[in-house]
């Protein structure tokens, strides 16, 4: 089961559709008339439900089935599957852009990313992109912890909260607390895999991509390996 499973009924109130986002990812593919997009990790699907309203061939990948399953009820023009992204590979060929945000792709250890990686080389068109969001590992194994602000969402006392309670190079433990109301609701921990942003782009170049740029957010504002607080890679098929 997805660790996201336990609140996929508030997911979208979490974490709600950002233009910003969808215009960065949008403005990093290539300029066509038709585009063919897929996202991993899609959770209720609201960026392929962009990407389809706006003409693409839209697709999402999910581990959590009631993401699947919200998202196909409310993003019809989309195509959904509840899959693990490391067999993303099974959903063809023929992109021109797969995006994989919120630190989704940390839950790869580094043998499975990479070969996630050369799937998703074969998978894109010559000309096509691959971008993903993670935190900015590089800060936070320097540092030995991160803080997460606490998100308020949605009615009194609802709030969702997140934190490192192991951090070292290989794995981190993250947990998980959602509070509905003033109560506890759900709690669950996960093993996530840091990568820092030197290894990542090595990672990258290993795998066939021709350039790959770094950013510290959806702004496009310059990558600090010691201050920022996330990482968004570009990677060119």
Known sequence: MSLYSGFAEQYEAIFPFREEV???????LPERRSLKVLDLGCGPGHYC???AADGAEAAGLDLAPEMIAAARERYAG???HCLDMARAGSLGSGYHGIYCIGNVAAHLDGHRFADLLARLRRMIEPGGTWVMQVVNWDRILRQGRS??????????GNEFRRRYL???EDRVTFRVDLVLGGETRFSEETTLHPVRSGPLKEMH????????ELFADFRGRRFEPEESGGMVLVARR
Do not use: L
């Open 22 to 28: 969808y215009e960065f990812i949008r403005g990093c």
């Open 78 to 80: 989309a195509e959904f």
């Open 205 to 212: 170049r290993e795998a066939g991509f021709r350039r790959t």
């Open 147 to 156: 803080e997460f602000p606490v998100k308020r969402f949605a009615g009194e």
């Open 49 to 51: 439900g962009r990407f």
């Open 166 to 168: 192991e951090i070292g």
